[in-house]
């Protein structure tokens, strides 16, 4: 299902960034894409289910919330974290600025793929 | 036990000052007046800590002296062409000042996190200035508050409470009366939706049964008014007066059209940015009718198509509206002292951001010196992060050459910028652990204070800055005396 991306802060991933970024609370808050109720039907996915994101960028795994303040059809949105900046883009239109809203993407079930932590993502993209 | 009142909150850009601590055997046990995110932060800080220096060796990050640590990490900075210095925003405006010292030392490019925050509204201030007061004037005052592109209930979760629409003012009360009437309501609200689906579904014959409608927000009423505009219905839009919700990307239409209306020009389309035009009459008659109105706008604005564009018609319409009215606006800033980072910069080196030191002055050109420009197209040879997380809020391809190069990293915490660097240096928490001075989002200085000592051998980031420029000095009189 093509999508508009959406990046930002929740109250959860602010409280978890504050536990600390090595703590479960930060990953179960960022590797998370709430979605509204609607196109969860229409796509078959289960809320607590694995997703794949993906746009032009790359693409990442991350689980499937219902979006608690539909109705947004069309719009998905993960909390800024390593997960998220796995596929936001980066054309920062000559001001420094990288697009972190507003981006066309691509979701899709992948109840099978993991969801990798932040050591194991980290290792993933560079190696280290 | 002892209780420290009057604590400034390191968290969020409202640097909330009211926070009371109890300490016990050095330790802090409690937290009053703290929103979620201050109470996390309070509570936990001593958690995922990095209390030995550390250093690279055969892929892994193993512990060090600090002599060895400060050796290994101003040799990478003193030997390289154009190192990148970024972060900043978490720290005290007095490790900052040693932070530009130190680049104009080495000769890189320093940047602070305004740079994927409101950056883009910097540029748009200097292109027209900013109409803007302090937070107590809008505590006071302002009668309508605008939240445009920003979830303050999740960012800044006290901001409402403290300064707008829940805050008691001099002259304007506070609504939370009728905020939690509201809740009331809705609560009752989604109870009725919950049993008319329930009963859809077992007959189709009533699955027409209307669904309950919101209910007309009156602008009309007395008192503060919340108006908020965003992408999606977030918790700050379930308490507002009346909420817009504006298509992804179709901020700047939706400025412009105000402009016109508020002008009194007609407009000749059915709808703006998704939001029938009659809905923007309604807005438009309550901005100029009001007494004194103030918008916040968040990064849905500087993030988004548009970007600066989107800010400087932001700040055109509220220089229109105070042809009518007194109307302010003011950018909700994230980081506790990303406010201070612009600040200090800007009277150290004329820039607010994304300053390059590498012709030996300051030179500022967002889009060719800010970190993730400079990063994209693999310039820099080596970085210095001090109180920031690039790794976990730039762009994957930006980071994959931060990480190629030799990367050294200040921070309290193991973060996933720690993860993959190369020197690892511990420091403490400014505002819990160490003093300092941080601006508030509306460029209030207020001192952070020391409430316990930090681990045994941690140092604050302003003691380790002063010793990396210390190390590089003396690396490159070394080298000057060799080439002569």
């Not at chain 1, 289910?49 to 693409?59: A, D, F, K, Q, R």
């Not at chain 1, 001001?95 to 899709?108: F, N, T, V």
């Not at chain 2, 009728?178 to 809740?183: A, F, H, P, Q």
């Not at chain 2, 050294?408 to 910028?417: E, L, W």
Request: neutral net charge.
């Amino acid at each position: 299902m093509q999508v508009t991306l959406l990046t930002g802060r929740t109250i959860e991933q602010g409280v978890g960034k504050e536990q600390g970024k090595a703590s479960d609370e930060y990953f179960e808050s960022a590797a998370v894409c709430y979605i509204d109720p609607n196109d969860l039907r229409k796509l078959g996915i289960k809320e607590e289910s694995n997703i794949l994101v993906s746009t032009e960028y790359g693409s990442v795994i991350v689980k499937a919330a219902k979006s608690l303040r539909g109705p947004h059809e069309g719009i998905v949105f993960i909390p800024y974290g390593p997960w998220a900046n796995a596929v936001v883009s980066t054309e920062t239109d000559s001001i420094g600025m990288p697009s972190l809203k507003g981006i066309s993407a691509r979701i899709e079930p992948a109840p099978t793929e993991p969801i990798l932590s932040l050591k194991e993502l980290l290792k993933l993209q560079f190696g280290k | 036990m002892v209780t420290v009142k009057a604590v400034v909150c390191p968290v969020c850009g409202c640097l909330c000052d009211d926070i009371e601590l109890t300490i016990e055997g050095g330790c802090i046990v409690k937290v009053k007046n703290g929103c979620a995110m201050c109470e996390t932060k309070f509570l936990n800080y001593c958690k995922h800590r990095i209390l030995k220096p550390l250093v690279r060796k055969d892929g892994e990050l193993v512990k060090t002296s600090f002599r060895k640590a400060l050796e290994k990490a101003a040799k990478i900075l003193a030997e390289a062409d154009y190192p990148l210095l970024y972060g900043w925003s978490s720290t005290s405006c007095e490790a900052m000042r040693v932070g530009l010292e130190l680049a104009e030392e080495v000769g890189g490019v320093v940047d602070n996190t305004s740079t994927i925050c409101h950056g883009p509204s910097a540029l748009s201030v200097q292109e027209v200035g900013l109409p803007s007061c302090t937070l107590g004037q809008v505590r006071h005052r302002a009668d309508l508050i605008i939240y445009w592109g920003s979830n303050p209930w999740s960012s800044h979760p006290r901001h409402i409470e403290r300064y707008t629409n829940l805050s008691e003012g001099r002259f304007e009360e506070s609504e939370w009366k009728e905020y939690l009437s509201k809740v009331k309501s809705s609560n009752v609200k989604k109870k009725v939706e919950t049993v008319l689906r329930r009963v859809s579904q077992r007959d189709e014959a009533s699955a027409s049964v209307s669904p309950i409608r919101e209910p007309h927000l009156a602008l009309s009423k007395t008192g503060r008014k919340l108006v908020v505009v965003d992408v999606r219905k977030t918790r700050t839009a379930e308490i507002a007066d009346y909420f817009l919700q504006v298509q992804p990307n179709h901020d700047y239409e939706l400025f412009e059209a105000f402009r016109a209306l508020i002008r009194d020009e007609e407009l000749d389309v059915e709808e703006v940015a998704g939001i029938p035009v009659e809905r923007l009459e309604e807005i438009a008659e309550t901005m100029i009718n009001c007494n004194f109105g103030t918008i916040f706008f968040g990064l849905g604005l500087t993030m988004s198509s548009g970007k600066m564009r989107n800010v400087e018609a932001a700040i055109a319409l509220t220089r229109d509206l105070n042809r009518f009215t007194k109307f302010m606006i003011m950018p909700m800033r994230g980081h506790f002292n990303v406010t201070g980072a612009d600040t200090v910069f800007t009277w150290q080196t004329g820039y607010p951001y994304a300053v390059d030191f590498s012709l030996g002055y300051p030179r500022y050109n967002p889009g060719e010196t800010t970190a993730v420009d400079v990063l994209l197209r693999k310039e820099s040879d080596a970085a210095l992060i001090v109180a920031s997380d690039p790794v976990a809020n730039f762009p994957k391809k930006a980071v994959e050459h931060l990480v190629e190069k030799p990367l050294v990293v200040m921070d309290p915490h193991m973060n996933a910028t720690s993860q993959v660097a190369d020197v690892v240096f511990p420091s403490a928490f400014v505002g819990i652990e160490a003093a300092g001075t941080a601006y508030r989002m509306d460029h209030v200085p207020l001192p952070l204070k020391k409430i316990v000592s930090p681990p045994k051998g941690i140092m604050s980031d302003e003691e380790v800055l002063k010793k990396i420029l210390g190390q590089v000095r003396r690396i490159k009189t070394q080298s000057k005396a060799e080439a002569v």
